[in-house]
């Protein structure tokens, strides 16, 4: 049985930073392309980053850009999101998630090929 289980959301002002992290059991990340969500209030469900298996690919969306980081840890299966110079519109709960597929050749950066997801984290950046 899959589980991912994010954590490390919170209250932040603007301009700050926040790590969140994705702890999976049933499976290995190595082996997965595994990627970020968010959904804010009113809003639907969007991809904010993505790594592919390999370690090789990185997708990241526009809006965070430069200020977003994902990133794994082999040795404790976890898979994190550094987040700086956060913003008001940054607010949403935030998910990880997998695409099931071993070894996949589908593109990371696909929202529609991820299907095994973790319960979210909440993040607020306050102005």
């Known amino acids: 049985q899959v589980n991912l289980e994010e954590s490390g959301g919170g209250l932040v002002q603007a301009g700050g930073s926040l790590r969140l992290s994705c702890a999976a059991s049933?499976?290995?990340?190595?082996?997965?392309?595994v990627g970020w969500f968010r959904q804010a209030p009113g809003k639907e469900r969007e991809i904010v980053t993505a790594?592919?298996?390999?370690?090789?690919?990185?997708y990241y969306a526009d809006s965070v850009k430069g200020r977003f980081t994902i990133s794994r840890d082999h040795a404790k299966n976890t898979v994190y999101l550094q987040m700086n110079s956060l913003k008001p519109e940054d607010t949403a709960v935030y998910y990880c998630?997998?695409?099931?597929?071993?070894?996949?050749?589908?593109?990371?950066?696909?929202?529609?090929?991820?299907?095994?997801w973790g319960q979210g984290t909440q993040v607020t950046v306050s102005s």
């Open positions: 790594l592919s298996w390999t370690g090789g690919g990185t």
């Open positions: 049933g499976l290995t990340f190595s082996r997965y392309n």
């Open positions: 998630a997998v695409d099931r597929t071993a070894y996949s050749g589908r593109w990371h950066g696909d929202a529609q090929n991820y299907n095994s």
